[in-house]
C-alpha cells in the first residue's frame, strides 16, 4: 500500500529545498542590468520615398517594414532566416529582412514587393507570376518575387551558383531549371508552387 504521507512529506520537503535554493538565488544574484531603451534615428529610402525612425536598436528590418512603415506586403513567416517569406531588396541585393537590423541600413534604398509594381502596371515577374499561376494561398509570393527579381540581377551579372558547371566562364549566368531551383532554394513555398514558380522566373529570364 502506498504511503501518502511518504509522498506528501517528500513533496512538501523538495517545495522548501526549492524556496531555499530560491532565497539564496535571490541573496546571492546581482542586480539585474537594466535593459536599454534607447532609440537611435535612422533613415531609410523605401521604395522610392524617404522615411526617417527612431527605432529600438534590435527592431529588425521586417519589423521596421510591417509595425513601423506599415507596409506588410513583406510577410514574416520564419522570423528566423529559414523560410525567405520576408525577402525584400536592400541597394539591389536581396535580403531576409528578419534577419537584419533596421538601423544597419540606415541610408539605404530598400524595395519591397509594393515597390516592384501595382496590380495596374506589374513588374514582369510579377505578370509571370500571374500568368504561370505561380502561387497558391500567395503568403510565400512576395518573398518570391523580390528573390526572383534579385536573383535576375545577379544571374545577368554573371554570379555562380552551387550549380553553375564552369564558373570560369564569364558573363551572364544560363539560368536552367536546375540554377533557378538552386538560385531560389532560400524560398521556401508551403503549398508547393515551386513547378509554376520555376516556370515563372524561366519565362521572364528567357525573354
Ligand atoms: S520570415 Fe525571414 S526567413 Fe522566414
Ligand atoms: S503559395 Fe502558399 S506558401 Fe507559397
Redesign the pocket.
Known sequence: MIDTGVITTGLAASHYLDAADQAAHVRTAEPTAAVSTRLVHARFLVNGEAHELDLDPRVTL?DALREHLRMTGT?????????????VLVNGRRV????SLAISHDGDEVITIEGLGAPEAMHPVQRAFVQHDAYQCGYCTP?QVCSAVGMLAEAHAGAASAVTPDVRVRGPAQLTDDEIRERMSGNLCRCGAYVNIVGAIRSVARS
Not at 75 to 87: E, F, I, L, V
Open positions: 521586417l510577410k514574416k513567416g520564419c522570423d528566423r532566416g529559414q523560410c525567405g517569406a520576408c525577402t531576409n529582412s528578419c534577419l518573398g
